[in-house]
C-alpha cells in the first residue's frame, strides 16, 4: 500500500491529515500489518488535552500491545467509537474508515516536525 501523500507521518506510525485546524490521526498500514490481527483497541476521551507524544491510545493484538501517540498538541475533539467497536475498520481501511481521533490543534501548532510520506516510505523501506 502507497502511504497517502497528504498526510503526514510520525516516526512511531502514526499518520495526521489536516483539515483547518482539526487534525484527524489513524495509524499506518505499516504499523497494522506489523501487529498482525489487532484484538481490542482503547482511545483517550474527548476534551483531553495533549502534546506531541502524548499517549492517546492502546492498541492490543495476538502478539503485542502498543500504545498509539499523539503526533501533534491540542486537544481530542473527536474519537472513533465505531473503530473501536469494530477493528476491522482499523485493519481493512486505516487512512479512512480506520482513523482514530481527531485534534483540534494547540495555538501556533504545526505538522512541520512529521515526516512526509517520501520520508516515512523511507524509514519503513529498513523494516
Not at 3 to 11: G, K, L, Q, S, V
Not at 64 to 72: F, K, L
Given at each position: 500500500?502507497?502511504?497517502?501523500?497528504?498526510?503526514?507521518?510520525?516516526?512511531?506510525?502514526?499518520?495526521?491529515?489536516?483539515?483547518g485546524?482539526?487534525v484527524?490521526?489513524?495509524?499506518?498500514?505499516?504499523?497494522?500489518?506489523?501487529?498482525?490481527?489487532?484484538?481490542?483497541?482503547?482511545?483517550?476521551?474527548?476534551?483531553?488535552?495533549?502534546?506531541?507524544?502524548?499517549?492517546?491510545?492502546i492498541?492490543?493484538?495476538?502478539?503485542?500491545?502498543?500504545?498509539?501517540?499523539?503526533?501533534?498538541?491540542?486537544?481530542?475533539?473527536?474519537?472513533?467509537?465505531?473503530?473501536?467497536?469494530?477493528?476491522?475498520?482499523?485493519?481493512?481501511?486505516?487512512?479512512?474508515?480506520?482513523?482514530?481521533?481527531?485534534?483540534?490543534?494547540?495555538?501556533?501548532?504545526?505538522?512541520?516536525?512529521?515526516?512526509?510520506?517520501?520520508?516515512?516510505?523511507?524509514?519503513?523501506?529498513?523494516?
Amino acid at each position: 500500500m502507497t502511504n497517502p501523500t497528504d498526510c503526514r507521518y510520525a516516526a512511531t506510525h502514526e499518520w495526521s491529515k489536516q483539515t483547518g485546524d482539526t487534525v484527524t490521526v489513524g495509524v499506518t498500514q505499516f504499523a497494522v500489518e506489523q501487529l498482525t490481527e489487532p484484538t481490542f483497541l482503547e482511545l483517550k476521551k474527548v476534551g483531553l488535552t495533549v502534546k506531541v507524544g502524548d499517549e492517546i491510545g492502546i492498541i492490543e493484538s495476538v502478539k503485542s500491545t502498543s500504545s498509539i501517540y499523539a503526533p501533534v498538541a491540542g486537544e481530542i475533539v473527536d474519537v472513533n467509537l465505531a473503530a473501536v467497536d469494530n477493528l476491522s475498520l482499523v485493519n481493512d481501511d486505516p487512512f479512512a474508515a480506520g482513523w482514530l481521533v481527531k485534534i483540534k490543534l494547540a495555538a501556533g501548532a504545526t505538522l512541520d516536525h512529521l515526516l512526509t510520506a517520501v520520508q516515512y516510505d523511507a524509514q519503513i523501506a529498513g523494516h
